[in-house]
């Protein structure tokens, strides 16, 4: 079975530039996960998807990140205008009867 | 706030003994609690989970206690292993609702 695949895997951007992470759940997973991960902290929950419909978008800064999951599959995340704070790693996971499964995640380094 | 509190931050160990990582939890609504394992440039992979109707869960070298009365938990790792050395995140979430709250994470070092 596949995993949760990420892209791109590393990302170098300058502040206030605009960058977009994509992630395919596992087939079948009907929850999507999108979680920030600052070094040497535990992921913080961005945004979860249950379907194509937002369950919880409570920590999400909804000035300058935005995500979608159209058609209940793939998914996107985008931050517009990035800050220095941004950076993290960007860990996208889906989960089937409470089983969460784990993406390689995405390095954002904004500079 | 902080859903789960987890300790140490981090923890040294020599090859061959015992590995502990204790966690603590205050919503008496949370029935699922996993222990994932993150190597460097990798996700969190599940170790292994619990659900609060029993007090332990062993697979392999991994246990998990539970004590639902103090609301915490615990990832004892047996015979400690180089290979374990990684960081380990305890979470506990609610069935319904699938929100995962995750502890702050133990860098755990096995010495050889």
């Known amino acids: 079975e596949a995993g949760v695949a990420q892209s791109p895997r590393y990302k170098i951007i300058e502040k206030r530039q605009s960058v977009a992470f994509w992630c395919n759940p596992i087939s079948g997973h009907a929850t999507l996960y999108w979680y920030q991960q600052i070094l040497g902290q535990g992921p913080k929950l961005l945004i979860q998807?249950?379907?194509?419909?937002?369950?919880?978008d409570s920590q999400l800064p909804k000035d300058r990140f935005s995500a979608e999951r159209l058609k209940g599959v793939d998914s996107t995340l985008k931050i517009q205008p990035a800050k220095l704070e941004d950076s993290a790693v960007y860990l996208c996971a889906s989960s089937y009867h409470n089983e969460q499964f784990f993406g390689p995640g995405t390095r954002l380094t904004v500079l | 706030q902080q859903q789960v509190k987890q300790s140490p931050q981090s923890l040294i160990v020599q090859k061959g003994g015992i590995s502990i990582i204790n966690c603590a939890y205050e919503?008496?609504?949370?029935?699922?609690f996993p222990w994932y394992q993150q190597f460097p440039g990798k996700g969190p992979a599940l170790l292994i989970a619990i659900r609060p109707d029993v007090s332990e869960k062993k697979e392999g070298r991994f246990t998990i206690s539970f004590n639902k009365s103090a609301k915490q938990f615990s990832l004892h790792i047996m015979d400690s292993q180089p290979g374990d050395s990684a960081t380990y995140f305890c979470a506990a979430s609610k069935i319904t609702g699938n929100q995962f709250y995750f502890g702050t994470g133990t860098s755990l070092t096995v010495i050889p």
């Open positions: 919503n008496t609504a949370f029935d699922y």
């Open positions: 998807f249950q379907n194509n419909g937002v369950v919880d």
